[in-house]
């Protein structure tokens, strides 16, 4: 959970009554059954709502955000039911994926996918042609390899990888895009 969600779930949480609370978030709950529904927060104090929970109650099921303050939403969070345990539920919930916009136009060009809360995996359009030309795989919390499109074929021809347990990070590379990478030299 990003930091405007968790502070907007964790103020929904002790928010009793339809008020609004401390720190400028506002409380939202549904007339007839008075769950709660959202959390509407001003996080940098400009007098615009620029964060967005989206609750089931106590439970968070997304988020929405404009990280830069511009007025439009460049982050959406969404939240699955944590898995159980030994056959009982768990109560609360985990991130799940995450839809980013890099550019100024709102489009989202970054998706990040999450297991169990722990981010396992990333597409990006980093060039904005609506393509996706890097791919992030994660292990454990952290990075094991970035993939990349250099020659615009939709598939990557170069990866960093990164091996498990710390060691020097080498470059993998497919000229000939036939899928098989060869470890490349590297240069001093």
Not at 89 to 100: H, I, K, Q, T
Not at 114 to 129: A, F, H, I
């Amino acid at each position: 959970m990003s930091l405007g969600a968790a502070a907007l779930a964790g103020t929904a949480a002790c928010t009793q009554a339809p008020r609004p609370s401390t720190g400028g978030a506002t409380t939202h709950y549904d007339p007839e059954t008075r769950r709660l529904e959202r959390v509407t927060y001003d996080r940098n104090g400009d007098g615009r709502i620029d964060a967005t929970t989206f609750m089931q109650g106590a439970i968070v099921t997304r988020a929405e955000l404009d990280e830069d303050f511009d007025g439009t939403i460049d982050r959406r969070e969404y939240y699955v039911s944590r898995p159980s345990t030994g056959g009982e539920s768990v109560p609360g919930a985990v991130l799940d994926r995450v839809e980013v916009s890099t550019r100024p136009d709102g489009r989202v060009t970054r998706w990040e996918r999450y297991e169990n809360g722990r981010l396992r995996d990333v597409e990006e359009d980093t060039s904005g042609d609506g393509r996706v030309d890097k791919w992030e795989s994660w292990q454990d919390g952290s990075l094991s390899m970035i993939a990349m499109d250099t020659l615009g074929r939709g598939r990557p021809d170069r990866r960093l990888v990164y091996p498990a347990g710390g060691g020097e990070p080498f470059l993998e590379v497919d000229p000939d895009g036939t899928g098989t990478f060869a470890r490349a030299a590297m240069r001093e």
